[in-house]
């Protein structure tokens, strides 16, 4: 079946700009993930939703960050106001429930890039 | 979370077993330890996990020790397509936040 898929799969902004980043979850998974990979890091937890709610926002750097899922399936990650130290990989996942066992299936994610 | 501690880098040659090491010498005892690796430029790949008991499935195994304070991912028949940064993670507390770190760098070579 389909995975986890992302658009744009690069996105190219100037300081300042607002963008939207797209995540298509696997269908039937209830969780969302959205994580920050920086050059040469590990990726970095940003949110999880569970259905149509972030259950935990903990990991959003600051309020220019936002992101929703509203139907419970597509979300989107909204970034306001872009710095250049927003560039990174933002990757999404999903998984079937949200439990510690469970496993989070990721997209390929999407190259940002604030000149 | 616990905290991991993997090496930087390693090699192995091509049809050898690859055997990764983790320290989680701070893990709790309801924490699962999941091993997880990312080819260039792709998304993170799920491998296994483990809580105590040694598991093994289609693509590694997991050995963990009896005091649960380190692990090793073991790849039995390297490959050339298993060159990739491979994450060692002790569960959150959360049970969904993933704590990814650095990981090794695993380069298999012809």
């Known amino acids: 079946g389909a995975g986890v898929s992302q658009t744009p799969s690069n996105k190219v902004t100037e300081k300042g700009k607002y963008v939207e980043l797209r995540c298509d979850p696997i269908?039937?998974?209830?969780?969302l993930y959205w994580y920050r990979q920086s050059l040469g890091q590990g990726p970095e937890f940003l949110i999880y939703?569970?259905?149509?709610?972030?259950?935990?926002d903990s990991g959003l750097p600051n309020d220019r960050f936002f992101a929703v899922r509203p139907e419970g399936s597509v979300s989107t990650l909204k970034i306001q106001r872009t710095e250049r130290g927003d560039s990174a990989v933002y990757l999404c996942?999903?998984?079937?429930?949200?439990?510690?066992?469970?496993?989070?299936?990721f997209g390929p994610g999407t190259r940002l890039t604030v000149l | 979370d616990a905290k991991t501690t993997q090496p930087t880098s390693m090699d192995c040659a091509e049809g050898r077993a690859a055997n990764l090491p983790c320290n989680h010498s701070?893990?709790?005892?309801?924490?699962?330890v999941y091993w997880y690796r990312q080819i260039h430029s792709q998304g993170p790949q799920y491998i296994i996990h483990?809580?105590?008991n040694n598991e093994t499935n289609e693509m590694a195994s997991l050995i963990i020790t009896e005091d649960r304070k380190s692990s090793t991912l073991i790849l039995p028949h390297a490959t050339l397509r298993d060159t990739a940064v491979y994450y060692c993670?002790?569960?959150?507390?959360?049970?969904?936040?993933?704590?990814f770190g650095k990981g090794t760098s695993l380069l298999v070579t012809p």
């Open positions: 993670i002790a569960d959150s507390n959360s049970g969904y936040a993933l704590n």
């Open positions: 939703f569970q259905g149509t709610g972030a259950a935990d």
């Open positions: 269908s039937g998974h209830t969780a």
């Open positions: 483990g809580l105590k």
């Open positions: 701070t893990i709790s005892g309801n924490e699962y």
């Open positions: 996942a999903s998984s079937f429930y949200g439990g510690s066992t469970d496993t989070q299936y």
